[in-house]
């Protein structure tokens, strides 16, 4: 099993609200990234970071903030909820080359 | 062109039938080739790499073809439990800048083994 946590699981949050999604790894990657994913849709990378301090956007415009402080930690923040960032969110992160281990995500809902 | 396709099917076989799956990919210079399997509203999990030379799992054959820039997966025997969304996953530059390497991930193909 792979070490990369996700808190909470789920969430339901009222519009407006300020929220942060946890993602935790304790195999001392480098590498991580933050996926959106709607129900029987693909992948698309919203955030990624290569190390500590190194954050870059990806390839689908997002309205998140995330923060790399420590090695183990990559959290994104949503400073204002709105309907249309429901979605699920997946973080993931790898060493190198090699594949990336995928945390359970969390479902987030806004309404 | 999109950087990784794949037929999204889905494919319908029966147990005991052996599929294949096809995927290609834009960037030659990609480096690391995988297949990830996920199932419904559950995280992608790496089902195998892909290697140059193909591999081999069990059930699961897995062949890169770089001349041509697809790799392909083979499940023989199939089984209810495959049921799942194959992704096929290269290394390659994301971002807004290209400049960082990272994982893409083509849509997937839906596959259902049937009873």
């Known amino acids: 099993e792979a070490d990369i946590y996700q808190t909470p699981r789920y969430l339901v949050i009222g519009t407006g609200k300020k929220i942060t999604l946890e993602c935790s790894q304790t195999?001392?990657?480098?590498?991580m990234y933050w996926y959106q994913q709607d129900p029987g849709m693909e992948l698309h990378l919203i955030h990624y970071s290569y190390g500590v301090n190194s954050t870059e956007k990806g390839d689908l415009s997002s309205e998140s903030t995330v923060s790399r402080i420590r090695t183990e930690h990559f959290p994104l923040t949503l400073e204002s909820a709105r309907p249309s960032h429901t979605s699920q969110y997946l973080c993931?992160?790898?060493?190198?080359?090699?594949?990336?281990?995928f945390g359970q995500g969390t479902r987030l809902t806004v309404v | 062109r999109k950087e990784v396709e794949q037929d999204p099917g889905p494919f319908n076989v029966p147990e005991g039938a052996t599929v294949a799956f096809n995927c290609t990919y834009s960037?030659?210079?990609?480096?690391?080739f995988f297949w990830y399997r996920q199932d419904c509203r559950k995280e992608p999990k790496l089902l195998m790499s892909?290697?140059?030379s193909g591999n081999e799992d069990g059930r699961f054959t897995a062949q890169l073809n770089r001349a041509s820039q697809y790799i392909s997966l083979l499940i023989r025997d199939s089984k209810l439990s495959d049921s799942a969304t194959y992704l096929c996953v290269v290394n390659s530059k994301i971002g807004s800048g290209g400049g960082a390497d990272g994982l893409t991930f083509g849509k997937g193909t839906h596959l259902i083994i049937q009873p």
């Open positions: 892909v290697y140059s």
């Open positions: 993931a992160s790898r060493e190198g080359f090699t594949e990336a281990f």
């Open positions: 195999m001392g990657h480098d590498k």
């Open positions: 960037n030659s210079a990609s480096q690391s």
